[in-house]
């Protein structure tokens, strides 16, 4: 299990646009906003509940640029078919409150490599940001190469290219330019990292790379959002028989969620589609399974004997053991 996060209270202190589609919110520790923010490592998120159709909803936020004492700094992309998160978080007026928890890490950056490669997709660049602004400033050898819909949609642009120069490589999917990972991934040095954060088939494309040049899969890092599927969320239904339960999951609630508020102990780590910990047995399924997770192998996706509770989703009706165990 993953330890307890400590929740405490914080106040948005301000927001500002920095895409069309990003906006990027600072967060003030404390009711009276005069606590201090904690220190925090690059990779690093906090987790916030927010009321999405008036149930509170936990969601997890990377950490924004260097530390700073007086607030966090987040940023969240507006998705109008996403869970109702984004949105929600879209509607916080400055002054408003929520629940924070205190900076975790699940993605750190490790200083000693030779190399770096850091790649990002979309919003996925939140991660990255303190990574490339900390490895320039160690004078390490890096390179980051950012993928966006459009020029306009490159969020933090200024402050990479201020650190990274030309050692940034942008790919506007608008353009028809693409991350070539088989060119990219030969030019980075023996031993070097790849760390990546993005939607899942960019994940998949880079990690299928990755292994073709023979590198170790130890050496390549990521982190995923739990939201990127092939369809936009919709109500299931799902049928536990060793609870006797039989019951919808709302579009906007996870799986994991759903068991969770109907009483069903079940194991969880990451709850990101990584760790696999969630993973039930599928009995029965009417419909499709739509796996958002890294765990499971293309293969075990295609069998759909398995999926991992946290992200993935079903459109149509699925039937689940929830006996915990380790592998199928
Ligand atoms: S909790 Fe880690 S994959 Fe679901």
Not at 37 to 60: C, E, F, M, W
Not at 246 to 268: F, H, N, P, R, W
Request: net charge neutral; aromatic share 6%.
């Amino acid at each position: 299990m993953a330890t307890t996060p400590l929740w405490h209270d914080a106040v948005v202190a301000s927001f500002r646009d920095v895409t069309p589609t990003v906006r990027e919110f600072c967060l003030r520790p404390g009711a009276d906003q005069q606590a201090a923010a904690q220190h925090y490592d690059p990779g690093s998120h906090l987790q916030l509940q927010i009321l999405v159709n008036g149930k509170p909803q936990t969601r997890s936020y990377s950490l924004i640029g260097q530390p700073d004492a007086s607030c966090y700094r987040i940023a969240v992309k507006r998705l109008e078919a996403g869970r109702g998160g984004s949105m929600a978080m879209w509607r916080l007026a400055v002054g408003d409150r929520l629940r924070i928890t205190t900076p975790q890490n699940h993605f750190p950056l490790e200083l000693s490599a030779p190399a770096y490669l850091l790649v990002a997709g979309g919003i996925g660049i939140t991660p990255l940001v303190l990574m490339a602004q900390t490895l320039s400033q160690r004078g390490a050898s890096i390179r980051m190469l950012f993928g966006a819909r459009s020029e306009a949609e490159l969020a933090f642009a200024d402050v990479l290219r201020k650190h990274l120069g030309d050692r940034l490589q942008t790919a506007i999917a608008d353009k028809g330019e693409q991350i070539s990972f088989e060119t990219e991934i030969a030019a980075l040095p023996k031993g070097g990292l790849m760390l990546i954060c993005g939607p899942l088939p960019m994940l998949d494309a880079a990690r299928a790379a990755w292994t073709a040049a023979g590198r170790p899969l130890a050496d390549l890092r990521y982190e995923t959002f739990g939201s990127s599927g092939r369809f936009a969320p919709q109500a299931f239904r799902l049928q536990v028989p060793r609870h006797n339960l039989d019951i919808t999951v709302d579009a906007q609630t996870s799986l994991l969620e759903t068991l969770e508020g109907a009483g069903v102990m079940a194991m969880y780590g990451c709850r990101r589609g990584e760790c696999g910990l969630c993973t039930m047995d599928v009995l029965a399924l009417d419909g499709e399974i739509d796996h958002r997770d890294v765990f499971l192998s293309e293969h075990e996706k295609t069998a759909n004997q398995r999926m991992c509770v946290c992200v993935s989703r079903v459109l149509g009706t699925v039937t689940l053991e929830t006996a915990y165990r380790p592998e199928a």
